[in-house]
């Protein structure tokens, strides 16, 4: 019997994407999808293009829950106490809000709010697998999806930060509108992304104690991140460039993308490259694209990530994350080409 599992939240962009995964994952049973909105509608025809035929449910844990595992896609504050309450129940749980992102409970304060059930961040795992985390995931009950914008900048960054390679790094990052949310993207207006672009979370965005938390583990030191993200006008996609200070200026050049190629040699959705990478090219995929120099000018690393902000970003890397949890091949209804066109 293949395992079974809930969509907790699946009237948003990223929950109705992960549903649509599920379905036509070879060896996950879709049993359930849950929504705090349009409670009554079937997902295709709120998202026709998904093709799932399940109609979303009003909350009920009684029947929810009674799966192997969940996926939560809630926002962040409420997504942590139903993440409790699977977890009690014995479900195996992918979150994908910010809420089990913060090892430390007063910087998710800081950042955030008062943490709804701060007993539960330590046993929460960071579902990054290719930064050394896959052992965790594949023991772990709770898995702490990452965001968006600190997936792509990480995976172009952490690798370097691990080899000390490093330091005093700034963000350049540009996001399409869909990286808001269904509720954010249907209230803005078109006239205000066309032929626009706007940064916002200026000087202080949620994701910055989430990208300096995990260069901190990669380096073993604190590194402190200017991090700036704006929206563009496309629906999808991430682009992060990011300027950091060598450790040793007299390293050769090449050194950066080698140190790339090495830790990723054996990675299935990362693909390191000579050229900028390119958000089309990973658009509708759970493939990353990365790359650095060395510019001897200026005397500063670039390094720069792409992703698809709804897949690899969220519901692509929650799947795999599941993947791993479940020791299957992370591959598994991710294909690591593409999602759809």
Known sequence: MSPSVSVFGAAGFTGALTARLLFRHPSFELRALTARSDVGRRLDQLYPNHRVPLGLEELDLDRHADVDAAVVA??????????????????????LSADFRLRDPETYEEWYRE?????LLGRAVYGLPELGYREAITGADLVANPGCYPTAALL?????AREGMIEDVVIDAKAGVSGAGRAA??????????ENISAYGVPR???TPEIEQ????????LVRVV???????MTRGILASAYALPTDPKRPGHAYADELRRAYEKEPFVAVLDQPPDTAHVRGSNRVQVAAWWDARTGRVIVMGAIDNLVKGAAGQAVQCLNVMRGWDETAGLDGAGIFP
């Open 185 to 194: 993207s249907e209230a803005t207006h078109f006239v205000t992304v066309d």
């Open 227 to 233: 991090f700036t993200p704006h929206l563009v006008p």
């Open 214 to 221: 995990e260069l901190e583990r990669a380096a073993g030191a």
């Open 74 to 95: 809630y926002p962040h504050g409420a997504a942590a106490p139903l993440v409790a309450e699977l977890i009690d129940r014995d479900v195996k749980v992918v979150d």
């Open 205 to 207: 965005h949620r994701h």
């Open 115 to 119: 943490h709804p059930v701060p007993d």
């Open 156 to 160: 172009a960054l952490a690798p370097l």
